[in-house]
């Protein structure tokens, strides 16, 4: 029981803290980082493209795995499920392996189900939960890029940007030391995300069978 609740701990934490979206061919973390980046010289013109790439995905569906490493535990915690996103502030995490978990971010509620039970709390009530829900539709939207709360180095290779994003703001600070992004250049979407704790522990996301602006309904944001 111990595991699963640090399994599922993680992956909300994860889920709401930022996300998001899509890699066809995953790299290991240890190769991403080994690769050989170059600083991206136009910044201000990345970002402009980059925003407008991300402004025209108006939904995106993937499956995800995640793996969450704990200082106190010798072995990553692994699992995997659906994805799903609606403009502009939808969002859901399914969870299928180890244990059903489903995370929902439908305009201002956050909605989370286990098989115990389902939770409905308003993301205007809680200032983390505020917090994390505008991070993760910054990094799905690619306002991140200009938000005060985050320096933000961008290098690149000839397949992929590599963003890093130290963070400034004071409540996002106590959670995360960096947060770094992994960019296919092929459609501007986020193939990875790593997520690295104040705690030690770190939090990888990889997205794949990507799906761009195909038809979702908005029932598919509610959680019986």
């Given at each position: 029981?111990?595991?699963?609740?640090?399994?599922?701990?993680?992956?909300?934490?994860?889920?709401?803290?930022?996300?998001?979206?899509?890699?066809?061919?995953?790299?290991?973390?240890?190769?991403?980082?080994?690769?050989?980046?170059?600083?991206?010289?136009?910044?201000?013109?990345?970002?402009k493209l980059y925003a407008s790439k991300l402004n025209s995905m108006n939904t995106l569906k993937?499956?995800?795995?995640?793996?969450?490493?704990?200082?106190?535990?010798?072995?990553?915690?692994?699992?995997?499920?659906?994805?799903?996103?609606?403009?502009?502030?939808?969002?859901?995490?399914?969870?299928?392996?180890?244990?059903?978990?489903?995370?929902?971010?439908?305009?201002?509620?956050?909605?989370?189900?286990?098989?115990?039970?389902?939770?409905?709390?308003?993301?205007?009530?809680?200032?983390?939960?505020?917090?994390?829900?505008?991070?993760?539709?910054?990094?799905?939207?690619?306002?991140?890029?200009n938000s005060n709360d985050f320096d933000v180095k961008i290098s690149e290779n000839a397949k992929?940007?590599?963003?890093?994003?130290?963070?400034?703001?004071?409540?996002?600070?106590?959670?995360?030391?960096?947060?770094?992004?992994?960019?296919?250049?092929?459609?501007?979407?986020?193939?990875?995300?790593?997520?690295?704790?104040?705690?030690?522990?770190?939090?990888?996301?990889?997205?794949?069978?990507?799906?761009?602006?195909?038809?979702?309904?908005?029932?598919?944001?509610?959680?019986?």
């Open positions: 029981m111990k595991n699963r609740k640090s399994s599922r701990s993680g992956g909300s934490i994860l889920i709401t803290g930022i996300l998001f979206f899509m890699c066809c061919n995953f790299v290991p973390i240890t190769a991403a980082n080994a690769q050989n980046y170059t600083p991206v010289k136009d910044v201000d013109g990345f970002k993937s499956d995800f795995i995640q793996e969450k490493s704990i200082s106190m535990l010798m072995n990553k915690l692994t699992s995997n499920g659906s994805f799903i996103f609606k403009k502009s502030n939808k969002l859901r995490m399914e969870y299928a392996n180890p244990y059903p978990y489903i995370f929902v971010m439908n305009d201002d509620h956050i909605i989370v189900k286990d098989d115990l039970k389902k939770s409905n709390v308003s993301i205007n009530s809680n200032k983390m939960f505020k917090m994390i829900s505008q991070l993760t539709v910054d990094c799905v939207t690619g306002n991140i890029l992929v940007y590599f963003l890093v994003l130290k963070p400034n703001q004071k409540m996002i600070k106590s959670v995360f030391t960096e947060i770094d992004l992994l960019v296919a250049k092929i459609d501007f979407t986020v193939d990875r995300i790593d997520l690295k704790e104040t705690s030690g522990d770190s939090t990888t996301l990889i997205f794949s069978n990507k799906k761009i602006n195909t038809q979702i309904s908005d029932e598919a944001f509610n959680v019986n």
